[in-house]
């Protein structure tokens, strides 16, 4: 009877992802044999689903009644019980969903297929009121007096606060769900055997001076954790630097603004409820409690409650929980704790924040695939004198400092955690380690061209292994259509100063994109971006590369840091280009065979409290929210035939990610002149996309070299949404799907006096007229492509298509 019930033509709309689901179940079934002959055992195995739109539902209470045993459900709501009592009812239960009972016959196996109904109101604990809704009065008192009730806004404000950060690697597949696990590492209640579960992968105790919203760090102990777990912490979790203010509009963490319970415009997001007074203590005033849940799951908007105090409306304590279906990658249990402590009859201070939260992904810990989490747990205490009260246990968990440093050691040699952080090093660096050689950049293994065919490289470089001070490297690459080898080498050596200061050379005989520029330092602070062709634009345009063109560099340069936001650059180039059909040189119709130029080029690059560090000789910088910004000055001087020109270029950049409450806005302002003649590959070549693709601080309908200009201004936005749309849409807004919108400017001029050097191809063109496009897009799709649609408004000439769709990878959270 049972495998029959399994089935039944099910009622959902998702017939075939229904059929997968109960053909996983008889597997599981198959392959873990259940004790059919225990007549007194019950067994219980099924899924879980949203009444409403037929989702499956994570992180579920699955128990039987009046008892200890439970479980919770997986990421697709599957679970797995079985009890040799007399229990025979079956609870399912959770925050936002309303309680459901089944009977089971006991000693028998059973499927079953809960479908919860969404309940937006909470049971217990709420004042019901006739008339209006008395938690919005208070809430429109409390929005009034949020910012004299911030202390980081107050003139004066110093404090010192200690944060200890703890993650651990959860290795839990039977016994103990990982969410049962997680709640006991955070309130500090393992037992010995489940402590077993967890690895130690990265601690680390800092200490701050607070002045305001301002933060100066201190001093830093990370105690036993490897570099590469420091580097995995700094660019992958630099989101954990959370700002936790919840009297602003929106806590930031991990890229995302999640609306504040406390936000201006919370009524939209936010259902309110009262409860009665609790204990005031010694407070001034009579404490009141305000429960409040997201209207929708799928906005970033917590479910939690917050106490005040009566009298100066300021926050008492505030605990909140992101809801397991919001629009956010990756993350779960995300859960926020703070305490405020009476600083005098006018002010409460934060004394302590916790925040906890996992990161899950699938990883192969032994023979079975086992689904791994990261826990991540920050305690912070703040005082107001030179010292702080710590507990014992490190971040308010279960360990000491003495007993998470012998498990991270113990830990470090194994298999998977060399694994592990061979894999992290190779996506952060994009350079995968092979002993004393490293491999890379990746992305220049292959490409694709029109004039190569298939061109396959061996790109490699020396690290730290061998050399602490010194890197030599380069590669090799061999075009099967064209058969010709092209090749790079050189080297960096770090001199032995107390501020980094490195000296390079390198000689390179290749082809390169057309428009390549190569003061364009911006966009080469990404690893996985050079501005050639590579791998990833021969996957994601769907075409061979086909403009491009022979060069021979020669490289001498001079890196050095100032101080912790101030580093530059000095470079020395001697290079030859050569033209082909994509590159015409001409003067007067008659063909020139080359361009020498000799340039020496000074750039300097401001940052504001940016977390960046060092891959052997390489710099890689974490992601920041405030400014960055390059200054660049190059004289140069120009051999063309019989004739010698010199000319100097000024330029400027500004970029940003700025967070808004709805999602985040990514901008770049580039501006520059050129004085003296050039000849125009010299001159600024606005950076095309071609022939389609998506590029952030791109012209992505703008074909290569179609306009050059010697006074330029470009200006690039980029808007990416939580979800506005998407996350009201039935079913729709299971996918987590997120919006993006692009509005890109270029103007400028071109003088005729570059003329003289050489002939303007007729495809190039002047800027007098702004370049304009627009475009809409999807990301998040399947966590990991996007997809947009660009219209090109102005300039438009040649039958050229104004319209594109091109694809692309975004990670994020």
Sequence with gaps: MFIRQLFKTPTTPFRTKRYSHIFGIVLFCLLFPLPLSAQDETTVVGQVFDLADRSPIPNINVYFKQTAIGTVTDDNGFFFLRTTGRETTLVFSSIGYKKQEVKLKQGKIAQVEIFLKEENTWLEDVLILPGTNPALDWMKKIRLMRKQNDLTAVHGYRANSTEQDLILLSKSTQGTPNKQLFDQFRQGTLSENDSLLLVPLYMAEKSYQIAGKQKTEITRNTFSSSDESLQFVTSLLDGVNAELNFYENAVKIFDKNIISPLSSVGNSYYNYYLVDSVGTGADIGKQYRINFRTKNPKNLAFDGHFLFDSLSLALTSIEVELPP????NYINNLRIKQRFGRLNDHYRMKETEEISLTMHYDMPIDSLRRRSELLIKRSTFIDRHDTTNLSENFAQSAYSVQTLEAKMKAFDNTPIMRTAKWLADAALTSYARVGVIDVGRLQNIARLTDLEGLRINLPVRTNERLWKSLSIGGYIGYGLRNREIKYSFGGQYRFPFAKRFIAGAS????????????????????????GDEDITNTIFSFHSAGKINRRKEWLFSIQKDWNNNIESGLYYRINTLY???????KLHGTDISSVRQQSFTFSTRFSFGQE??????????????KPVCYLTAEGASVSLEQQRVYYGKLSGVVMQRVRL???????????????????????????????????????????????????????YNEFLFNGMLFNHLPYIKTLNLREMLIF??????????????????AFMHDLRTPYIEVGIGITNILRLFSAQVTYRLTNLRDNLTPYSIAFGIRLGF
């Design 325 to 328: 279906k919001a629009n956010i």
């Design 507 to 530: 000689y390179t005989d290749d082809y390169r994109r057309i428009d390549y520029n190569y003061n364009r330092f911006p966009m080469r602070e990404d690893p996985w971006l050079m």
């Design 579 to 585: 033209p082909n059909e994509h590159l015409p040189f």
């Design 612 to 625: 960046r560090y060092d891959d052997h000789l390489n710099r890689i910088f974490a992601k920041s929210y």
């Design 661 to 715: 409450d709805i999602g985040q806005w990514n901008y770049m302002v580039e501006a520059g002149l050129i004085l003296g003649k050039a000849p125009y590959p010299l001159l600024d070549i606005s950076s095309g996309k071609e022939p389609s693709g998506i590029g952030i601080f791109h012209f992505n309908k703008m074909r290569y070299l179609e306009f050059a200009s010697d006074n330029y201004l470009h200006l």
């Design 744 to 761: 890109n400017i270029a103007y400028g001029s071109l003088s005729d006096r570059h003329r003289s050097l050489m002939d303007y191809p």
